[in-house]
């Protein structure tokens, strides 16, 4: 049954195959502990782990080619030391990995990030992109519209649905008053958000595979930067709150919030 | 010398209010602030046009507004918007739409901006656990988050030049599934009530929602309360995987204060936490705890607001 309404849906847009790109970024473990010295973040400690929303970005593109064939590629921007997020992506079966990287860079900023990222997705003749709604170090989104805008394609951003079609894909965008059942045609950008999909896990296969499998590294030229960082913090301290004991204490906190903070 | 141009944040092709903090945000950054209004008509610049500290209102008007659509929004409005650094709102579309201005234009892009100091910019990364603080040199796009500058006041009589626009859509709207209640958006509200784990059935809920009612709020949820009861859906939820707010009140009720729940709401210029369990990490972070179970705290804060707010 299975194998029937694989063979019926296997045709991409047109003559052309689905050429499926995931993006997949390697950021420090949501759980860590972030610590500022000097006057930037030390992250000389912290677990490296792929960006999360990117394993559900990650995800789409796979089921996006077991519904209507083509390849998926997955690509990453970053030294060496993020190899391992494409070995991940390789593992649960992704058919190419590109590490985007020239090693006279340092840190990018969006539009040079973006530049790069773009050039090589053009130069592969891709045209579905998947990606994490945001990253969870810059907390940004703005790598798939920004891509998208460069590449001159559709996009829909935070998407927590997907149906594949034939020459697109329908995408469940939320809105102000309610979520949005969208039809998006290729070429186009896709940026997920959890919940409509369950990321698989590797096999002990795939693992193996994803050990052996080769890294294609490529380069691309960039814009110079607009941006200076001029330095990292830790976050504002607040002045220690006040601590209540029970209930009878709720209308103290009510008048404080009227007459001192002034939000009700 | 230098210009700023602040896009209006629209909601139903009316002016948002935040769009009046955007205007604020500009006037830190440059000498001179015009406002685009994208819209399919010009009722809304019309009204952006008493904004106070606005030099000109461009009405951006299309077709192409009656829905969000990214591709042509960037490419009307990037035709309609002088250069100099552009200011959105950091909601979501805000913040999409910054992200394609940049692009366009091959500027950068710097997002959920929280403060403006003379040159230097500050954004939240890590999920807040850090600040980084940043100059730009050069045209850019930035978004700004709700709260982080006092709205410009009204009596402004700023001149409105309507420009056309038309651009073809990229992405069609099929079917618009109505949210099932009426309720306020947790990203949308100044003042948000939110539930956790504490909360130990959904139906006690509507506790919350009477409140919010009160004090006109949203009613959020933790994790915990999205991934155990179905009743409560992923739109409520706050934190890491969920939204950031930024409320001028987040009240917490029976949330422990996990770090990916903080990720979401820490930045809330006042954290008021209910909860029984004095050592629970969210009292670090609220201004004002009270140790008590929400069986016994919340009759008396409703009775209370009731009082005050009617
Ligand atoms: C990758 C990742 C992402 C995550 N993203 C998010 C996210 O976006 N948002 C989020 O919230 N969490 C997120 N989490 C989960 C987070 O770690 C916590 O598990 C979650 O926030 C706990 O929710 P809670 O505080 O409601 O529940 P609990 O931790 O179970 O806390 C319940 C609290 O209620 C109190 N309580 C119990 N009964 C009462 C009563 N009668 N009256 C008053 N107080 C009472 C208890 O003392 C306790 O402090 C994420 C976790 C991971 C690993
Ligand atoms: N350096 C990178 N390498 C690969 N993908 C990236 C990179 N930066 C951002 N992305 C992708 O873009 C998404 C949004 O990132 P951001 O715009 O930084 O929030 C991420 O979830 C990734 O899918």
Redesign the pocket.
Known sequence: MGFQSKGCTLRGTGDKMTEIAVLVKRVPD??AQILVSGDRVDLSAVKWVMS?YDEFALEAAMLHKEAKGGNVTAITLGNADCDKVLKDAKAVGVDRIIRVWDDSWSELDSNQAQSALANVIRDLGINIVYCGKSAADTGAGSTGPGVAERLGWASASNIIGLEFEDTGVEAMVPAATGNARTGVSLPAVISCDKGFCKPRKPNVKGIMMAKRAQVEVMSSDIPSSSVNIISHSPPPKKAPGQTFEGASEVPRVVAALRNDANVI | MSETIVIAETRDGELHPVTAELVSAANNLGDSTTIVVPSTNDAAANSASSIAGVSKVIACVGDCFAAYDAASWAEAIDSCAPSGVIVCAASQNGKDLASRLAARRSISVVQDVVGIDGGTLTQPIYSGKAMQNLSLNGDAAISVRANTFAAAGDGGSAEVSVMNQSADVATAVREMIAKASERLDVAEADIIISG???M?DPANFANLERLADTLGAAVGA????VDTWEEIPHSM??????KTVNPSLYIA?????????L??MRTSKYIVA????PE?P?FKHADYGIV????DALPVLEAELKALLG
């Open positions: 949501t759980n999360p | 956790g784990r504490g130990q933790s994790r915990a309360a939820q706050v934190g890491q995987t969920g009720v029976g949330i422990s204060g996990a770090i990916q729940h990720a979401g209910i909860n029984k369990d629970a969210i008590s179970t929400w069986e």
